[in-house]
């Protein structure tokens, strides 16, 4: 297994209130993604980050910022969260194949849902 | 248009049943495709890479049309255990990693 480990799981919260998701890898790899994922919608990719500091958003990165203070840590806020934000989020690690194409490797997931 | 289209089904096929499904990309510059299977409530998984020669693993045959934008896969002598959903995923063409994800395929195999 690749390591990746997300907490928590699940949550239930009200709207408006700030929510924290954590991914945690033991790879040492430089690549973490966050994705969501919506019935009719795929998985969609939030927030990325390429190192340590080093962040960037993806296609649905409104409502959500990310923090990266260590290569194995990378943190999704919600600041205020919103029905809309209720979701499976997936984080996600990059490493290369032989072939030098790189694959993601997912965390278990975190089911949100926001009330 | 979607990046990556896909047909979600669901495809219902028997025991023993060959399979196909298809994809299509938008992206022409896109350099890397796979296929990724996900179980009900489960994380995504590597199912297999394409490569533009076409490549097998053991029931599962995966191609790629470039000229056409095509991605295929195709699965014989189906089990019960490959129910599962089937994304088609493509790189964007940087060496970012950043993969665009077909909201996917849905398989049921029934005895």
């Known amino acids: 297994d690749a390591g990746i480990t997300q907490s928590p799981r699940h949550k239930v919260t009200e709207t408006g209130t700030p929510v924290t998701l954590r991914c945690h890898q033991t790879?040492?790899?430089?690549?973490m993604y966050w994705y969501r994922q919506d019935p009719g919608h795929g998985l969609r990719l939030i927030h990325y980050?390429?190192?340590?500091?080093?962040?960037d958003k993806g296609e649905v990165s409104d409502g959500y910022s990310v923090s990266r203070s260590k290569t194995e840590d990378f943190l999704l806020t919600l600041e205020s969260a919103t029905s809309s934000q209720t979701s499976v989020y997936f984080c996600?690690?990059?490493?290369?194949?032989?072939?030098?194409?790189?694959?993601?490797?997912f965390g278990a997931g975190s089911r949100l849902t926001v009330l | 248009r979607k990046e990556v289209e896909q047909d979600p089904g669901p495809f219902n096929v028997p025991e023993g049943a060959t399979v196909a499904f298809n994809c299509t990309y938008s992206?022409?510059?896109?350099?890397?495709f796979f296929w990724y299977r996900q179980d009900c409530r489960k994380e995504p998984k590597l199912l297999m890479s394409?490569?533009?020669s076409g490549n097998e693993d053991g029931r599962f045959t995966a191609q790629l049309n470039r000229a056409s934008q095509y991605i295929s896969l195709l699965i014989r002598d189906s089990k019960l255990s490959d129910s599962a959903t089937y994304l088609c995923?493509?790189?964007?063409?940087?060496?970012?990693?950043?993969?665009?994800f077909g909201q996917g395929t849905t398989l049921q195999v029934k005895p």
């Open positions: 996600a690690i990059s490493s290369p194949l032989n072939s030098g194409a790189n694959v993601l490797t």
């Open positions: 790879e040492n790899h430089r690549y």
């Open positions: 980050s390429y190192g340590v500091k080093d962040t």
């Open positions: 992206n022409s510059a896109s350099q890397s």
């Open positions: 394409v490569y533009s």
């Open positions: 995923v493509v790189n964007k063409a940087s060496n970012t990693g950043k993969l665009i």
